[in-house]
């Protein structure tokens, strides 16, 4: 199975702040990288797939690059509903996997 | 409005058997691959199984590999998970999810229900 880590694993900021997560794959995967969002008590919420494309509806603050093994999660001025933690999640083969997360906090 | 509606979690022994389902609604059942996601309390998220969009290709992690297994009527627009022989550690809520586009299988999970929490315990 394809390893996924994340780092760091939590971080305190902001408002306003840049704030970048980075997401590295055991082998190759191409592009076939997701970053999702999550709150307490609620499901994962898609922001990004294929490694760089945003979902619809996703603010532009948020930005995804990378390919093969290492990416990044952007936001770039950070905004109080931005507060969660977040996952990256590979889908080039099965077993599908998700990073540990990534938990924002407020400084 | 699209939706997935999960149903079927409960407090459940070791050793038992549960069956979850998703209702789907909103947009063409039959046209997604769907996934079944868990999270155990306070950790993260952790792949279950997928179903294609017409049932001919199912995958699961190993962690549950001959216990669970995921199927799906298309005709009632419905997603299962049979859950054989649990143990401690499935306790977690699970989340049924559609792949972002029709046709595909290998793709990123854009509608997720809200979740139905199975708790495994004597």
């Known amino acids: 199975a394809i390893r996924i880590t994340q780092s760091p694993s939590s971080l305190s900021a902001s408002t306003g702040d840049r704030v970048t997560i980075t997401c590295r794959a055991s082998?190759?995967?191409?592009?076939?990288l997701a970053w999702y969002q999550q709150k307490p008590g609620k499901a994962p919420k898609l922001l990004i797939y294929?490694?760089?494309t945003l979902q619809s509806g996703v603010p532009s603050r948020f930005s995804g690059s990378g390919s093969g093994t290492d990416f990044t999660l952007t936001i770039s001025c950070l905004q109080s509903e931005d507060f969660a933690t977040y996952y990256c999640?590979?889908?080039?083969?099965?077993?599908?996997?998700f990073g540990p997360g990534t938990k924002v906090d407020i400084k | 409005q699209v939706q997935l509606v999960e149903s079927g979690g409960g407090v459940v022994q070791p050793g038992r058997s549960l069956r979850l389902s998703c209702a789907a609604s909103?947009?063409?059942?039959?046209?997604?691959?769907m996934h079944w996601v868990r999270q155990a309390p306070g950790k993260g998220l952790e792949w279950v199984a997928v179903?294609?969009?017409?049932?001919?290709?199912?995958y699961y992690a190993d962690s549950v590999k001959g216990r669970f297994t995921i199927s799906r009527d298309n005709s009632k627009n419905t997603l299962y998970l049979q859950m054989n022989s649990l143990r401690a550690e499935d306790t977690a809520v699970y989340y049924c999810?559609?792949?972002?586009?029709?046709?595909?299988?290998?793709?990123?999970?854009?509608?997720w229900g809200q979740g139905t929490m199975v708790t495994v315990s004597s």
């Open positions: 999810a559609r792949v972002a586009r029709p046709d595909g299988s290998a793709d990123a999970f854009d509608i």
């Open positions: 909103g947009f063409t059942f039959s046209s997604y691959g």
């Open positions: 179903i294609w969009y017409d049932g001919s290709n199912k």
């Open positions: 082998q190759g995967i191409s592009s076939y």
């Open positions: 294929a490694a760089s």
């Open positions: 999640q590979q889908y080039y083969s099965y077993p599908f996997t």
